[in-house]
């Protein structure tokens, strides 16, 4: 029997913020991860697995972490990414959206492809590749564990659990690796800048300290009053997309919400004093959602297992090898022109190269860190977050559907 350490949960989540504050150091001590927007949370997240792996592959512990919070941090990001969204800019983001959502849907095809090819060739059911592709990878670990059963008591894949854990582990951080480098080659190749230089982050403050922000007493607290209200609000419009028969996460009704309060409320007068003022609460909106972010970010690499690896090391490594290639290839020179081939589209390509291979949370995070270095990408934080976050779970769940019969 392997020894085990758990960490509890008040320990795994006062962990998670030191090691939030090592990625944030590393970050600003070492240039290059500045210079290909490597999210701060991944710099300190990773610390932690390499730990984690160490202790492992020396002596046989394996550690697990309680992260109970990091599902609650998750709907309040949603819920600020909402509050963040203009109508106005939804609507000029439209044929963006449709496009961005077009190419999604042609990605999971070849990426579902590409696993049940190499599980031929591996001599497992084709099926299983399933696991290494669109169900671990762009579905993420909550889309591999709600699969896995069907795949084991209905198709007969007794390994289909390890190949899903272990296949989104390497993608999970390979896309918290790829997005920035990716942005940085295209703005490097094609002299990108941003077009409203000016404009305010969607989520954080710039990576330069002599910027100055001022959140006020009056802000935060109604930023804090507005993201509950539309978690409130998100377990009602989840609820009633549960009666529809769709099985969709928990944050699409907080992101919906979100959307749902900034719109209504921004119609009402803007005056100080009452309890909707976007301009006095935004910066607080923006900081808790950067930390609410930085910190899931960084208990998701926490809760990655090293040791589900050396099971299927062969199969998964090669197959995830080809997927990292894929999925890069693929951002580059179909993503990037199809989107605009602008500064905004190399941010959606950052986002893109996090939600081909971990989660969109992950893609998020690579498009925060590159408008920390280059500048705001309002377009782009409306149209990925609602293709990752709605559109996608949608879209996923029918091509595995389809393609596991």
């Given at each position: 029997?392997?020894?085990?350490?758990?960490?509890?949960?008040?320990?795994?989540?006062?962990?998670?913020?030191?090691?939030?504050?090592?990625?944030?150091?590393?970050?600003?001590?070492?240039?290059?991860?500045?210079?290909?927007?490597?999210?701060?949370?991944?710099?300190?997240?990773?610390?932690?697995?390499?730990?984690?792996?160490?202790?492992?592959?020396?002596?046989?512990?394996?550690?697990?972490?309680?992260?109970?919070?990091?599902?609650?941090?998750l709907l309040y990001f949603f819920a600020a990414i909402g509050l963040g969204s203009?109508?106005?800019?939804?609507?000029?983001?439209?044929?963006?959206?449709?496009?961005?959502?077009?190419?999604?849907?042609?990605f999971i095809v070849l990426q579902n492809l590409l696993g049940m090819g190499m599980a031929g060739l591996?001599?497992?059911?084709?099926?299983?590749?399933?696991?290494?592709?669109?169900?671990?990878?762009?579905?993420?670990?909550?889309?591999?564990?709600?699969?896995?059963?069907?795949?084991?008591?209905?198709?007969?894949?007794?390994?289909?659990?390890?190949?899903?854990?272990?296949?989104?582990?390497?993608?999970?951080?390979?896309?918290?690796?790829?997005?920035?480098?990716?942005?940085?080659?295209?703005?490097?190749?094609?002299?990108?800048?941003?077009?409203?230089?000016?404009?305010?982050?969607?989520?954080?403050?710039?990576?330069?300290?002599?910027?100055?922000?001022?959140?006020?007493?009056?802000?935060?607290?109604?930023?804090?009053?507005?993201?509950?209200?539309?978690?409130?609000?998100?377990?009602?419009?989840?609820?009633?997309?549960?009666?529809?028969?769709?099985?969709?996460?928990?944050?699409?009704?907080?992101?919906?919400?979100?959307?749902?309060?900034?719109?209504?409320?921004?119609?009402?007068?803007?005056?100080?004093?009452?309890?909707?003022?976007?301009?006095?609460?935004?910066?607080?909106?923006?900081?808790?959602?950067?930390?609410?972010?930085?910190?899931?970010?960084?208990?998701?690499?926490?809760?990655?297992?090293?040791?589900?690896?050396?099971?299927?090391?062969?199969?998964?490594?090669?197959?995830?090898?080809?997927?990292?290639?894929?999925?890069?290839?693929?951002?580059?020179?179909?993503?990037?022109?199809?989107?605009?081939?602008?500064?905004?589209?190399?941010?959606?390509?950052?986002?893109?190269?996090?939600?081909?291979?971990?989660?969109?949370?992950?893609?998020?995070?690579?498009?925060?860190?590159?408008?920390?270095?280059?500048?705001?990408?309002?377009?782009?934080?409306?149209?990925?977050?609602?293709?990752?976050?709605?559109?996608?779970?949608?879209?996923?769940?029918?091509?595995?559907?389809?393609?596991?019969?």
């Open positions: 029997m392997p020894a085990e350490l758990h960490v509890n949960a008040f320990n795994s989540f006062t962990l998670a913020i030191l090691l939030l504050f090592v990625g944030k150091e590393l970050t600003q001590r070492i240039e290059a991860l500045r210079r290909y927007s490597i999210p701060e949370a991944v710099a300190g997240g990773l610390v932690c697995v390499a730990v984690v792996a160490a202790l492992y592959a020396a002596t046989g512990l394996r550690t697990h972490f309680e992260l109970g919070a990091r599902d609650m941090l203009d109508v106005r800019t939804l609507a000029r983001g439209g044929p963006a959206l449709a496009m961005l959502l077009a190419l999604a849907v042609g591996f001599g497992l059911d084709r099926r299983a590749g399933l696991m290494t592709g669109s169900i671990s990878l762009t579905g993420g670990v909550g889309t591999t564990l709600a699969w896995a059963p069907h795949f084991v008591r209905d198709l007969g894949i007794a390994e289909a659990e390890t190949l899903g854990l272990a296949s989104n582990m390497i993608g999970l951080i390979a896309a918290c690796c790829i997005g920035g480098p990716i942005a940085a080659w295209l703005m490097r190749r094609h002299h990108l800048v941003p077009a409203a230089a000016t404009s305010e982050l969607e989520i954080g403050q710039p990576y330069d300290r002599q910027t100055h922000v001022r959140i006020d007493y009056h802000g935060v607290l109604l930023a804090v009053l507005w993201l509950n209200v539309a978690l409130l609000l998100g377990r009602g419009i989840g609820t009633l997309i549960e009666l529809t028969g769709l099985r969709l996460p928990d944050f699409v009704g907080c992101l919906l919400a979100g959307i749902v309060l900034r719109n209504v409320c921004s119609l009402l007068p803007q005056k100080d004093g009452r309890l909707w003022n976007w301009s006095s609460m935004q910066p607080g909106v923006a900081l808790i959602s950067d930390v609410c972010l930085g910190v899931f970010l960084t208990m998701a690499l926490m809760g990655l297992q090293p040791w589900t690896l050396a099971q299927a090391a062969a199969f998964v490594g090669t197959t995830l090898a080809l997927q990292i290639a894929l999925a890069i290839a693929f951002t580059l020179w179909v993503v990037y022109p199809c989107m605009g081939r602008n500064y905004e589209s190399a941010v959606m390509c950052a986002g893109f190269g996090g939600i081909a291979l971990g989660s969109t949370a992950t893609a998020i995070a690579n498009m925060s860190a590159v408008t920390r270095e280059h500048g705001a990408a309002p377009r782009a934080f409306i149209v990925v977050p609602l293709v990752c976050g709605f559109f996608i779970d949608l879209v996923n769940a029918v091509v595995i559907g389809v393609m596991a019969k």
